[in-house]
């Protein structure tokens, strides 16, 4: 009897089959002979033993993809920061460095103000450029800057005689050159500019060379040097500036050691004659402690002629030492200012009397070299 019931349960295999068929078709679709059913189910076997074997080909390595550009910065990587937080940062870093030398950070805030402020003006073209190339505020922000150190620290140099410069007007200053680099002529610049009440400004008459040099000649010409033509030195005087030429020229700057603080000859004059057409004074000015800052003690004349320099020298350092040569020793300097040789009551026609250029140009000459020699005598050191 159980096995009765159990299977009453089951339908046998022929009624499973009726009753598919009948409703295969009730449904309108034809049914599926068993021949055709046996190659159904061959090709699904086979199909199903094909997919299973491996394929023995190594499959290609999968290739970096670039990141989505479409994602934010929290799903590539940490957040970059923006100007300010890297400003930020720099100024923090700058108080403690400034902590650190024994600087206020009032101090340090305001030169980076004064930097900002000067690198806007530059992008923005806030600034002026005369017709001689002068760049005030390249010069007051850039050039007396990076030479007030060496000036104070490096050379201490002791200036002499700024009541004989006058506080407006042009005047000519006329001073020894010396110093192989001739940074006396910087000096002598820095010197009016930080030491006398009114600050004023020294337009120096330089060689061509000068000029001609790449990127020197451009701070040359930006901080107020001119080359030195008749026409340009006129120019000067009628808009009352200080003059400044250093007649010994390369002659002076580089002559060996042996022959220091012997001035050289000092050309035909023409100094004195731009002066006297201005009718400016003449003011004779002598350096004393850049002879010693690159001592020469021979000159190698064939580099010279290749380089097409008028020397180049040898000293103490260099080239011995390489770059390090080229920094100067910390020579003692003296600036002194002489009184003033006045051309005003002599005229304009003056300019053209040989014989008074020449004795005006020997008085200067040896006004400078008379206190070069006393100089020398109440300097205690050459370094102190």
């Known amino acids: 009897a159980a096995s009765t019931a159990r299977t009453a349960h089951r339908p046998s295999p022929t009624v499973r089959a009726t009753a598919t068929s009948k409703a295969t078709r009730q449904a309108g679709i034809r049914p599926q002979s068993p021949r055709a059913k046996r190659a159904a189910d061959e090709a699904a076997r086979r199909h199903l033993r094909v997919a299973a074997v491996p394929d023995p080909t190594p499959a290609p390595p999968k290739r970096a993809t670039s990141p989505d550009p479409t994602a934010t910065q929290t799903d590539m990587a940490l957040p970059v920061p923006g100007i300010e937080e890297l400003l930020g940062a720099s100024i923090a870093a700058m108080r403690i460095a400034a902590q650190g030398a024994g600087v206020s950070p009032e101090e340090i805030e305001r030169r980076i103000a004064s930097a900002l402020a000067f690198l806007r003006r530059r992008i923005e073209g806030d600034y002026s450029v005369d017709e001689f190339g002068y760049d005030e505020h390249f010069a007051e922000n850039v050039i007396f800057p990076l030479l007030r150190p060496i000036f104070r620290s490096w050379f201490r140099v002791e200036v002499r005689g700024l009541e004989n410069i006058p506080a407006e007007g042009g005047a000519l200053i006329v001073s020894n050159h010396s110093g192989t680099v001739a940074l006396d002529s910087l000096m002598v610049a820095q ?194």
């Open 191 to 384: 010197a009016l500019h930080d030491e006398h009440p009114q600050h004023r400004i020294m337009r120096a008459l330089g060689a061509d060379l000068v000029f001609q040099t790449p990127f020197i000649g451009t701070l040359a010409r930006r901080g107020g040097s001119t080359l030195a033509v008749g026409s340009d030195v006129e120019r000067l005087f009628a808009k009352g500036e200080l003059v400044g030429v250093f007649p010994e020229g390369f002659k002076g700057v580089g002559k060996p050691f042996s022959e220091r603080y012997k001035l050289q000859r000092f050309g035909r004059g023409g100094f004195v004659a731009a002066a006297l057409k201005a009718g400016v004074p003449i003011i004779p000015t002598s350096v004393v402690g850049a002879e010693e800052t690159y001592p020469i003690l021979g000159n190698m004349k064939t580099v010279a002629r290749l380089l097409g320099l008028p020397y180049a020298p040898i000293t103490p350092t260099f080239p011995l030492l390489g770059p390090l040569g080229l920094i100067p020793l910390p020579s003692k300097w003296i600036i002194e200012f002489g009184a003033p040789i006045e051309t005003a009551s002599h005229g304009p026609g003056a300019a053209d009397d040989p014989m008074l250029v020449f004795d005006l140009t020997d008085q200067v000459r040896e006004t400078i070299q008379q206190t070069l020699y006393s100089l020398l005598m109440q300097r205690r050191s050459v370094f102190f």
